[in-house]
């Protein structure tokens, strides 16, 4: 069965209404490279939508109706979204679960030093990279410094034009023989990505000559700018990520490029589903979490208790606060687990199988089970349930196909899906095809965008 490309479905309406959506999406992901910035920019959209934050809701002791729209955070880098409907929350929800963290390099708490009059900051990578990306390349700093008193301070340096940018240096070629006889997850090794952030020494007289110089000269420029100095860095979360903006892609423009596609593709469109949606039958949640490219640990990943907790607190502010209820809502729900699937590569063709590949520009793709090995670790959806995904997306005109995560014993990868399941709840994965995945600039087509939006609201209107 071939799935025919979605650029030939779309009329000049359509592709109007795609190039709107995907010119926002792209400065969406030039602008928010963390999560907590993505946090923050959603929460202005949702603002600006309706939604109201539900610490405010509880403060003034109200109750929540059909048609009302909450938000609830969690620690500032996870969120979700609710759009109350007509029907019982005991009969369950619509969700499109997607996450907002992206590989990265993260600093040390202890990170400066200096060698040979070069200032350095120490990093420790964050989720699945190859560390041969980021050397040679702009980087980047971004995230908080937290004060002991309480403030915390935004950093952004590298990303805007007049900005000074970062790099970790590469061997150079002449000296690179024996580097170039290792297998590539060895060439550059993770403990030496460490950014290059100054070389010019701090001017002091006499007895007061710093040890560092060049890293007092940095400190001094930092204290300068942010008010911090270096014992800040132990309450500090500093990211390092590509510099630049995200850009189209093709002389057709056809496809965009730029740091943190996954999952911030399906983040955003989920979020714009949502959004998108005024009145709802069955309630719909878009959910933006964290820590998913490390295990979706922690008190922002999925497999905290945010999720339950929230939904609960609404079901009390709604009149009920029977458990069984609680429990009988998440076991009734529906979810699409939007996360990038990987597209299809004809440079790396053995990699894949192709008839069970997603193909760039072919539409939003639904990935039965993901894992690895023996679908070691994926949800693997109910038949039952792909059928009614596809009358949902046939019945809704979208541009769909579906798809595996490359041969198999390839490799594998997954998803917040089987948390989800654990519930009881009906969950497929579902997203857009990359190419590129984990590297400083993934690439995506802007039909797939589309249809990705086009398919997650039909799923929250429809389902």
Not at 39 to 52: D, F, P
Not at 339 to 364: I, Q, T
Request: proline letters at 3%; hydrophobic letters at 40%; a negative charge.
């Amino acid at each position: 069965m071939e799935r025919p490309s979605a650029w030939k479905h779309l009329n000049d309406e359509q592709l109007l209404e795609m190039e709107t959506l995907t010119e926002a999406y792209r400065r969406f992901i030039s602008n928010n490279k963390t999560e907590r910035a993505c946090v923050a920019s959603a929460i202005e959209l949702a603002k600006q939508h309706g939604y109201r934050d539900i610490t405010d809701v509880l403060a003034a002791h109200e109750t929540l109706k059909a048609g009302d729209k909450i938000y609830a955070a969690i620690h500032k880098k996870a969120l979700m979204l609710v759009n109350l409907g007509s029907d019982s929350l005991e009969n369950g929800l619509n969700i499109l679960g997607a996450h907002i963290d992206s590989p990265r390099l993260d600093l040390k708490q202890n990170p400066l030093y200096e060698e040979s009059d070069l200032a350095y900051l120490d990093t420790h990578y964050y989720g699945g990279v190859k560390s041969y990306h980021w050397v040679a390349t702009p980087l980047a700093l971004q995230g908080v410094i937290c004060k002991k008193d309480g403030t915390t301070i935004e950093v952004n340096i590298g990303d805007k034009p007049s900005d000074p940018i970062f790099c970790i240096s590469d061997l150079l070629i002449h000296l690179a023989a024996d580097q170039l006889k290792k297998p590539a997850a060895e060439a550059i090794e993770h403990e030496a990505l460490d950014l290059l952030v100054g070389g010019r020494p701090l001017k002091v007289e006499g007895d007061e000559a710093e040890k560092r110089p060049v890293a007092a000269y940095f400190l001094k420029l930092l204290a300068e700018t942010y008010q911090v100095d270096e014992e800040d860095f132990l309450s500090a979360e500093l990211e390092v990520v590509p510099a630049g903006e995200a850009r189209e892609l093709g002389l057709d423009r056809s496809m965009i490029m730029g740091y943190g596609q996954d999952d911030r593709v399906c983040a955003y469109t989920s979020l714009i589903a949502q959004l998108g949606c005024p009145q709802v039958k069955r309630t719909s949640v878009c959910l933006l979490v964290d820590k998913e490219e490390i295990g979706s640990v922690g008190a922002t990943g999925m497999t905290s208790r945010f999720f339950e907790n929230t939904m609960a607190e609404i079901l009390n502010l709604t009149g009920n606060n029977d458990p069984l209820t609680l429990r009988r809502m998440l076991a009734h729900s529906r979810m699409l687990s939007s996360d990038v699937s990987a597209g299809f590569d004809p440079l790396y063709a053995d990699r894949f199988e192709k008839k069970n590949s997603a193909l760039l520009g072919h539409g939003l793709c639904f990935n039965k089970y993901t894992g690895a090995r023996g679908k070691g670790g994926s949800n693997d959806a109910n038949a039952e349930y792909m059928a009614l995904i596809r009358d949902i997306m046939d019945s809704a005109d979208i541009c769909f196909q579906t798809c595996e995560l490359g041969r198999v014993n390839a490799g594998g990868g997954g998803t917040i899906a089987y948390i989800l399941a654990e519930y009881g709840m009906d969950v497929i994965d579902s997203g857009v095809a990359v190419l590129s995945m984990h590297s400083l600039w993934e690439v995506a087509s802007k039909v797939d965008i589309y249809e990705a939006y086009r398919g997650y609201k039909a799923f929250l209107e429809r389902s």
